[in-house]
């Protein structure tokens, strides 16, 4: 089926050129820098900032999905549990299911994997800085299994996730063990020098 057969898709607040940060707001703004595909948004940099015009905001919610819409990599991260007042900015789509058979943690990760990844890159617009349009999107085919299923492809999945964590934790401290090695090995080898040549004037 069609993605606009089960679900609405609307744009990002629409700010005209940088969003003004306004610290104490209580108006927090997502933008692009603040999401990506491994940790969805990252709470911690997400700025507070003040709205202007007459757009009724169009407040996020646990379940909606923010869909990068302009750059070269274009991805979904879902918006799970939080407890602020939150709009994003006009470079996302928001994706909200209407279809109770389809959980969005499914249709984020569906929406991420190569067969949708390679329609994407094949439906972008733009030379520089590349874009999708929605029509694109909400063209875009989608197939909903049972909810057994779905809950089975997110447990595989996060699992997978964890193991890729794990791996690239321990390639990184393989990486630091070598690192000190190579460091100690060196300081030990310029100390030695450094005894010979003090040796060669005594």
Same mark, same amino acid.
């Given at each position: 089926m069609k993605l606009a057969d089960i679900v609405t898709v609307s744009s990002g607040h629409p700010f005209r050129g940088k969003i003004p940060e306004k610290p104490g707001s209580g108006i927090y703004a997502v933008q692009m820098k603040d999401v990506s595909p491994e940790d969805s948004?990252?709470?911690?940099?997400?700025?507070?900032?003040?709205?202007?015009?007459?757009?009724?905001?169009?407040?996020?919610?646990?379940g909606d999905i923010l869909f990068v819409a302009r750059g070269s990599y274009n991805y979904a991260v879902l918006?799970?549990?939080?407890?602020?007042?939150?709009?994003?900015?006009?470079?996302?789509?928001?994706?909200r299911a209407t279809d109770p058979s389809l959980l969005p943690a499914f249709l984020v990760w569906q929406l991420n994997q190569r067969p949708l990844r390679k329609?994407?890159?094949?439906?972008?617009e733009g030379s520089l800085t590349k874009s999708i349009r929605r029509s694109i999107l909400e063209q875009a085919e989608i197939v909903v299994p049972p909810?057994?299923?779905?809950?089975?492809?997110?447990?595989?999945?996060?699992? *997978?996730?964890?193991?890729? $964590? /794990?791996?690239?934790? &321990? *390639?990184?401290?393989?990486? $630091? /063990?070598?690192?000190? &090695?190579?460091?100690?090995?060196?300081?030990?080898?310029?100390?030695?020098?450094?005894?010979?040549?003090?040796?060669?004037?005594?």
């Open positions: 948004v990252n709470w911690d940099n997400v700025i507070e900032t003040e709205l202007s015009g007459k757009k009724q905001p169009d407040w996020l919610a646990p918006i799970e549990e939080m407890d602020k007042q939150v709009i994003c900015a006009p470079h996302f789509y928001i994706l329609y994407f890159d094949s439906a972008a909810l057994e299923k779905q809950h089975k492809i997110l447990g595989l999945h996060k699992a *997978i996730q964890q193991e890729k $964590k /794990l791996y690239a934790e &321990l *390639i990184s401290n393989a990486d $630091k /063990l070598m690192h000190t &090695l190579a460091r100690d090995m060196m300081a030990g080898k310029t100390l030695e020098t450094a005894n010979m040549h003090r040796e060669s004037k005594s």
